[in-house]
């Protein structure tokens, strides 16, 4: 134990040339320094499945799937073949004058995944280009529909759409928002349907109902000048893994069509099967007018995003006028290899029948994890699909800093939000790994507590 910590501080190296040259994102560069926040930067030299190496042989078990994007391990040889085999016919090519078959193949199949319902497939490159874009689109449409009143989005307390300037704007986490306020144009925040807000005797579902009500009585007073709300359905992710009832899903829906309001879905996250389902919304029963999909998509491979949109959308820009369009580009638009990869990871999905095999693989997780469930500093244990979290219980100060640190020593990569411990695996782990992850689970986390 005691070598290896000395070996990740004396790193080779890569670590002193990446602390010098690469500015890494969502990090306070001075914690990789010496001292007592010290949190080690770890030089990654390959990934095989589950595990990621660094340049000493140490290994990590990816098991928050490199921030939510990886589906099918690192190195997976179908995507690898797949992308091989692009590479050789077309890297990329415009996609305003021009189309290719991966963009096309890939369109056709999201359309068929959502039973036709959206059927007009944008692209981008980041979740959060994705998210400006289904902005960008709703106020546009209204306006062409005569609609110009409607210029206001609503997002839900804890919200989290991305970080640029718009994403960031219907965002609603202090730490990534607050030092841009006076940049960012104010949206409506509702309250979150987070299902442990429940008190005395409520269930998930009355809670989903008290949540939609706030909507409803901003949707009376002021659905007028709203053009969207946009949601992360079943669980708000980067807020901590706030889960909520589908219900919720269904009355917002309904609250929308009432009042001519746009039901913006954001699924980067619990998109591609995450919650169970290959799209979260499958389990209220309904469609979103827009939704936005990006990180699993590729498998973990590209930057690629993507936004769905319904056909009466895309009919209001439909016209001979060029203003009328949607002119809105990025320099990859539909990149091919970024297609490529995406139609391989869903060809896994299918032939391996990804969503009935995680259900075994979540039940077992599960089962592995009571000893943590049952744990006395564990409160609010919570699943989705292939989502677990657990909120510690007088956690001490830098909790998540100080559990990340000791899960690399207990070969895990997991970086918990807060207080909040949580799990997002690939999909691919065995009977071993399954009971490990839930064995070092507990183990990091006690051995955190106890230094507190
Ligand atoms: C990650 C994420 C985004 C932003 O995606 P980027 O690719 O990081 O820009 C937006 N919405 C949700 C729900 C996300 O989890």
Known sequence: MEAHQ???????????????????P???????AQGTDHVPLIAVSHGRGPWLYDHHGDRYLDAISSWWVNLFGHANQRINGALKEQLDMLEHAMLAGFTHEPVIRLSERLSALTQHQLGHAFYASDGASAVEIALKMSFHAWRNMGRTDKQEFVCLK???HGETIGALAVTDVALFKDAYGPLLRASRIVMSPDARQAVDGESAEDVARRAAADVQKLFEENGASIAAIIIEPLVQ????????????????RELCDRHDVHLILDEIAVGCGRTGTFFACEQAGIWPDFLCLSKGISGGYLPLSIVLSREEIYQAFYSADVTRGFLHSHSYTGNPLACRAALATLDIFEEDQVLETNRIRAEKLTRALQPLVNHERISHARQRGMIWAFDAIDAGPGFSRRFFTEATRQELLLRPIGNTIYLMPPYILNDEEIDGLAARTLSVFETTIAGA
């Not at 969502?26 to 990789?32: A, F, I, K, R, Y």
């Open 6 to 24: 000395q070996s990740v501080e004396t790193d080779s190296d890569w670590v002193a040339r990446s602390l010098r040259s690469v500015w890494h």
């Open 237 to 252: 992710c980067a807020t901590g893994m706030a889960m909520h009832d589908p219900l919720y899903l269904k009355l917002v």
């Open 158 to 160: 804890g919200s989290y």
């Open 26 to 32: 969502c990090t306070q560069m001075q914690h990789h």
